[in-house]
């Protein structure tokens, strides 16, 4: 009987964890993104609009004015792509306008930011 209220518990807590996961990835993305970025289709600032941002090709997103490196940079945003860029943007599209920002070093804060971008914010 203790086993069964005990997996009941547990199982309770599953969905306010998963919560916590989203709200990591929104308080990540605001401290390294949202200065420049967000999460809702077509709001461009600074930066363009990072919704639906997977899969589509860098350079693309519509209504906003990119630079040629990154409109000529052939990429196609998947984790990967995203990872290396988020690390050291110089290094992936050089001539990219994304000054001053250096990149992250932190891997745990990329794939956290990345995750986060996969839910759509």
Known sequence: ?????????????????????????????????????????????????????IGRKAGTAPGYNFSDSMKQSGIVWDEANLDKFIANPDQVVNGNTMKPYGGITDAAQRKTIIEFMKTGG
């Open 1 to 53: 009987m203790n086993g069964r209220i005990f997996a009941l518990t547990l199982l309770g807590f599953v969905p306010a964890a998963q919560g916590f996961a989203q709200e990591d990835g929104q308080t990540a993305f605001n401290s390294s993104c949202r200065t420049c970025h967000t999460m809702k289709e077509g709001d461009h600032r600074q930066g363009p609009s990072l919704a639906g941002v």
